[in-house]
């Protein structure tokens, strides 16, 4: 079974560092890779996508890279702020169509003021 | 753009009791797709609609029936509802190209007493 696994699970970090989430996967025939951010008791909300033929992706202080020959996805966050606080997701097609998504469990991410 | 919405937001229901959850979608997306959310064991796939008029089982469907109404919407139905069933919901719809980029609704808290 294709897996998606995030590390780590939880992360408390103090507002302005910057900070790296990580996402790996066991098939390293991906086509896309999607980061989402859950807020509490909220529904997903899209970050951003790398296409496969891609390196990374930015969007303001987010910046998320691919390597699919190490089967790794990081979502990096500059100058982090309290409001960035939320559990990130990763999630790659399943079974190699972009139909499905097998999502990774999160990571919980506390930026203290 | 309301994009993906979804009604109730919340609900209880006795063991053995049947409902309906609704899923609506503006952006003239072919796909479409309900998942459940628990502690542990993140989002699982139940059924996805690849365009109007089919429906697939995804990993968990046993319990649930679906129904794509039309492109717009994608019901989900619990027709004897079980403890087990008790999850947050959530209904997601993307569109059959490019980027395949899924877009989610704010969900539905379900409890099955």
Not at chain 1, 16 to 38: H, K, M, P
Not at chain 1, 51 to 76: I, M, P
Not at chain 2, 43 to 71: C, F, Q
């Amino acid at each position: 079974k294709q897996e998606v696994t995030q590390i780590p699970a939880a992360l408390s970090v103090p507002e302005g560092e910057n900070l790296v989430l990580n996402c790996s996967f066991t098939d390293s025939a991906i086509y896309n890779l999607q980061w989402f951010r859950q807020d509490p008791g909220k529904g997903l909300t899209s970050l951003l996508l790398i296409q496969s033929s891609q390196r990374e992706q930015t969007s303001g202080r987010l910046n998320a890279s691919l390597d699919k020959s190490s089967g790794r996805s990081t979502l990096y966050i500059a100058a982090s702020q309290p409001g960035d606080s939320a559990t990130y997701l990763c999630a790659k097609p399943a079974g190699g169509s972009n139909y499905k998504l097998t999502f990774g469990k999160g990571t919980l991410l506390t930026v203290n003021p | 753009n309301a994009g993906v919405t979804q009604t109730p937001k919340f609900q209880v229901l006795k063991t053995g009791q049947s409902m309906t959850l609704q899923c609506a979608q503006d952006m003239n997306h072919n796909s479409m797709y309900w998942y459940r959310q628990d502690p542990g064991m993140g989002l699982r796939l139940i059924y996805y609609s690849a365009s109007e008029g089919t429906t697939d089982k995804g990993e968990v469907p046993n319990g649930y029936n679906v129904s794509r109404l039309n492109k717009r919407e994608f019901s989900l139905r619990l027709e004897s509802a079980a403890p087990s069933q008790t999850s947050v919901y959530f209904c997601a719809s993307t569109e059959n190209r490019d980027l395949y980029e899924q877009y989610f609704g704010p969900g539905t808290r379900l409890t099955v007493t």
